[in-house]
């Protein structure tokens, strides 16, 4: 057999370089495939160590359920593998005494008078509790991991045996914790930005003997308002809901903001409207909803930024709401068809945005990155809720 003419070496040659530009281009591709989110990048780089501890470096540095349930959301929405993986490590170690299958995950985790860091608060935190399983039991199915199918419905099977309760007079709800929210037999307290209803829908739907059809069922109910803005907290009992001042429980524990003395709308509240806006339209409840809350749209269509705070009668306590609040009713105006209102609203959080950290706002804030990925998340199409609540991500 005869070697290869130089003609036929030469064409080998590029036959051969051709084939590698075409792998390294389909390889690209494919590493491509999973688009990156920047806010995400930028929020672990401040705010996630390399254990998956999320630090809120606003509160003495402490570290809240919400804070890793929220962090496995966006992970799972970035297919942020890796990360997810430690944040769930790190709380079970740490904030479920080693053991999520055991027991509901402490919400607060800090450091203590003495010095040393450690668990501050052992009472687990409801909406927390039902991010986490949420995001677990979608992980499980969109990574294929059946550990976390099983851990994300253990949780929320924990959470509605402990936390969801019968109120006479208002139906089945979610209370934020299985201590301190009924004070005496006729008296329940609600906050009504812990029970999203896509998450409820998901329960729901997940398993049909649950209680959570029921819970969507009376959402409407326990989120109106005389006023039409949402409340931080409401008292639930015989003679309806109504809002009201944070209960002692919530008064004993550090919040976002030093607790109201009367009943407002303000941190909690946001998240409200937030939940309704990023729900299907078609999912149970959440029509009613936005009908029962109509003043923060009539507010917006005639102002440049959502209030701050809010009185019970409706009254605006403070016009001057941080970019967070900005980014939270995006969802809201879109549901509403208010499209000139939402585009003002993008703009204003774009303008807010710092070129170096990549964040919102001048100081960083915890809490409006929070609000501002779910938002922006939703706004740039990287998720949606299905009408079934199931996750919809842009990577798969």
């Known amino acids: 057999m ?5 003609r036929v070496r030469v064409n080998l040659r590029r036959c051969v370089t051709a084939a590698v530009m075409v792998f390294a281009l389909l390889s690209d591709t494919a590493c491509r495939a999973t688009p990156t989110w920047p806010l ?28 890793e349930a929220y962090a496995m959301f966006f992970a799972l929405v970035a297919n942020d593998r890796a990360r997810f993986d430690k944040l769930v490590d790190w709380t079970e170690a740490n904030l479920a005494q080693g053991d999520l299958t055991l027991h509901l995950p402490a919400w607060s985790w800090g450091r203590a008078d003495d010095g040393s860091w450690r668990v501050l608060d052992t009472h687990p935190a409801a909406d927390a509790d039902l991010w986490m399983a949420y995001a677990l039991e979608e992980a499980g199915r969109m990574w294929d991991v059946d550990r976390y199918s099983k851990l994300g419905a253990l949780m929320v099977d924990r959470v509605a045996h402990q936390e969801v309760v019968l109120v006479p007079g208002v139906g089945t ?35 049909p003997q649950s209680p959570w059809r029921e ?7 326990v989120m109106a308002t005389p006023s039409g803005y949402a409340m931080d907290w409401m008292k639930a009992g015989g003679d309806g809901v109504h809002p009201c001042a944070p209960p002692a429980a919530e008064q004993d524990a550090e919040t976002h903001s030093r607790p ?42 005639a102002h440049i930024t959502p ?21 939270a009713v995006l969802p809201y105006l ?36 929070n609000l501002a990925l779910f938002a922006t998340g939703w706004s740039e199409q990287r998720f949606r809720f299905e009408a079934d609540g199931k996750l919809k991500v842009k990577w798969k």
Do not use: C
């Not at 005869?2 to 130089?6: A, E, L, R, V, W």
């Not at 930028?42 to 919400?66: C, L």
């Not at 998240?271 to 936005?290: E, F, I, M, N, Q």
């Not at 208010?338 to 807010?352: D, G, N, P, S």
């Open 2 to 6: 005869q070697p290869p003419s130089n």
């Open 40 to 67: 995400w990048e930028s929020y672990a780089a401040k705010f996630v160590d390399g254990q998956g501890r999320v630090i809120d470096h606003t509160a003495q540095d402490r570290t809240t359920t919400e804070g």
């Open 173 to 207: 709800t979610m209370i934020p914790g299985a201590d301190g929210f009924h004070p005496d037999p006729t008296t329940w307290y609600v906050n009504p930005s812990y029970l999203p209803p896509s998450l409820l829908q998901y329960f729901a739907k997940n398993d």
């Open 215 to 221: 819970v969507l069922a009376s959402l409407p109910d």
């Open 260 to 301: 109201a003395a009367t009943a407002i709308g303000s941190y909690d509240a946001i998240r409200v409207y937030l939940w309704l806006g990023l729900a299907d339209p078609k999912t149970p409840g959440v029509h009613r909803s936005l009908e029962a809350l109509p003043a923060m749209a009539a507010y917006m269509s």
């Open 307 to 327: 209030p701050a705070q809010v009185d019970a009668t409706g009254k605006i306590l403070s016009e001057e709401a941080s970019p967070g609040f900005s980014a």
């Open 334 to 369: 879109h549901a509403a068809g208010m499209k000139q209102q939402e585009q003002l609203q993008a703009e204003r959080l774009a303008a807010t945005r710092d070129v170096k950290s990549g964040l919102y706002g001048r100081d960083g804030n915890y809490y409006d990155q």
